[in-house]
């Protein structure tokens, strides 16, 4: 299904959110709260910016709101695989990650690992 959306949708920067996805949850304040409407784009938007600016065709966000989980000296992190909510950024040709449709699960893990490999790594 996402090779589809990326294939329909020409826009520059797409989010895609599986369909249990109810709310984003704000971690960072003295307490964990839902994020309005509003909040949320800004947070998809700026992700997007963000990661268009560190040349990164994927990203997301930690799915556990369990702040616990959460490292307040250290929000981003570049070698963890993203599901769930996914962002996709065209590279300058257009470029995007690919998911193997061969694979029974389709799984978010399997395009992450690829991408970090093929475009994040510098290995050849």
Request: proline fraction near 2%.
């Amino acid at each position: 299904m996402r090779n589809w959306v990326l294939k329909h949708f020409k826009e520059d920067s797409i989010v895609m959110l599986d369909d249990d996805i109810s709310a984003c949850v704000c971690m960072v304040s003295l307490r964990c709260r839902k994020l309005s409407v509003v909040e949320t784009l800004a947070m998809l938007e700026n992700s997007a910016w963000s990661a268009r600016g560190a040349e990164a065709r994927l990203f997301g966000w930690h799915q556990r709101s369990d702040p616990r989980l959460l490292q307040r000296n250290d929000p981003f992190g570049v070698n963890h695989w993203v599901g769930g909510a996914v962002g996709v950024v065209r590279d300058a040709k257009g470029g995007v990650p690919k998911w193997d449709e061969l694979l029974k699960c389709k799984c978010d893990i399997d395009a992450t690992l690829q991408e970090l490999l093929d475009n994040r790594l510098g290995l050849e």
